[in-house]
């Protein structure tokens, strides 16, 4: 069992910046793949990116490589989304999720398991 809480979001002017946390609770962390979604009003969820257990390993949505950067910090039970060149379309409430299992995240077949509250993030053109 995990839980998951999200902070950082807010407003920010288009080619801004704004850097995302996730905090999880529990001793097995490291066991965790862990992944940022977003999801914008009358849009489909989306999966931005994920993280492997240990950080070896990132995956990006094309809509923001080059621009969006996960981390892990193993240590403090933390990931992080830091966000450059935000976009007006970058505009969503983010999740961050996590599963021991690669597929959830890789395949989407089947969503993880464990998932934040969510936050909101708007950028202003």
């Known amino acids: 069992q995990v839980q998951l809480v999200e902070s950082g979001g807010g407003l920010v002017q288009a080619g801004g910046s704004l850097r995302l946390s996730c905090a999880a609770s529990?001793?097995?962390?490291?066991?965790?793949?862990m992944g940022w979604f977003r999801q914008a009003p009358g849009k489909e969820r989306e999966c931005v990116g994920f993280i492997s257990a240990r950080g070896e390993s990132v995956y990006y949505a094309d809509s923001v490589k080059a621009r969006f950067t996960i981390t892990r910090d193993n240590a403090k039970n933390t990931m992080y989304l830091q966000m450059n060149s935000l976009k007006p379309e970058d505009t969503a409430v983010y999740y961050c999720?996590?599963?021991?299992?690669?597929?959830?995240?890789?395949?989407?077949?089947?969503?993880?398991?464990?998932w934040g509250q969510g936050t909101q993030v708007t950028v202003s053109s």
């Open positions: 529990g001793r097995t962390f490291t066991s965790y793949v």
């Open positions: 999720a996590a599963d021991p299992r690669l597929q959830r995240f890789a395949l989407r077949t089947m969503p993880p398991n464990y």
